[in-house]
């Protein structure tokens, strides 16, 4: 495993959970390691105010805390962090090559993609004004700081569904907003959710505004049908209507499922040798920052088998 200008053994792309333990990981395993993170490393956790559930933090710790503890010890094993966009893979033959935002030519023996998803949201101006501040993509993620509070939930599918019932663990009341005149959660989700005595569900209105403070106090919300209006006065307000990978990179060059996340296996490796996916780019389910480290140790692990095998 021989390093050159702007060749790595192991690059990630990616600078998550998931690919800074990657990075970790790779580089203590002996590869010469490159992360690509962008103009800002750390992804979605950025944007979280407050984390209870990483291990190892006794009081809750600051999204951009953690991400940046994550970068430091990558750097200081010997990982190098570029802040940069890949923009182009060729992943024809190997060496794979990379580009960058600014033109500049990269080279790796393995790749690990680790671009994660982006929650999806309404595009109301007001949202992002409270985005970590009441308003959140993430009910797992925020429901405890809602206990005995009234919240909402955007959505009609399962995980709208899976949210509201989940935030019923902590909140006094949730309401769950969904546009049309039925959810499209499955029956047994919507059975469930008829029966929880704190779960009321409003059909055929949207959110037309997020109001507040310093923080979210209510939503206003519009009948689709009628026009007409209601407000909802909580203080936590979760949308749950889907989450977008980042995989516009690889389209066309690695198998995508239905969904469009990148096909993985149990082993992270994807359709093409060498070439490995963690996080929320391969995970449909969890969406949670410790499995996306988990996945991303994994990745690493795999490319420096798959290194070893090729040098054999």
Known sequence: ?????????????GSGPAGFTAAIYAVRGGASTALFGGVAPGGQ????????NYPGFVDPVVGADLMGKMLKQATRLGARVLQESITSVDLSARPFKLTSGGGQQYTAGALIIATGAQARWLGLPSEQKYSGKGV??????????FRGKEVCVVGGGDTAAEDALFLTKFASKVYLVHRRDKLRASFRLQEKLKANPKVEIIYDHIPEEFLGAEKLTAVSLKHVKTGAPRRLDVTGAFIAIGHTPATELVKGKLALDESGYIA???????SVPGVYAAGD???TRYKQAIVAAGSGCKAAMEALLYLEEQDK
Do not use: K, P
């Open 1 to 13: 495993m021989t390093e050159q200008t702007n060749h790595y053994d192991i690059v990630v792309i």
């Open 45 to 52: 956790l950025l944007l979280t105010m407050e984390i209870e």
């Open 136 to 145: 959140s993509g993430c009910a797992t993620c925020d429901g405890f700081f």
């Open 264 to 270: 993985a296996d149990s082993h992270t490796a994807t």
């Open 281 to 283: 780019v391969m995970d």
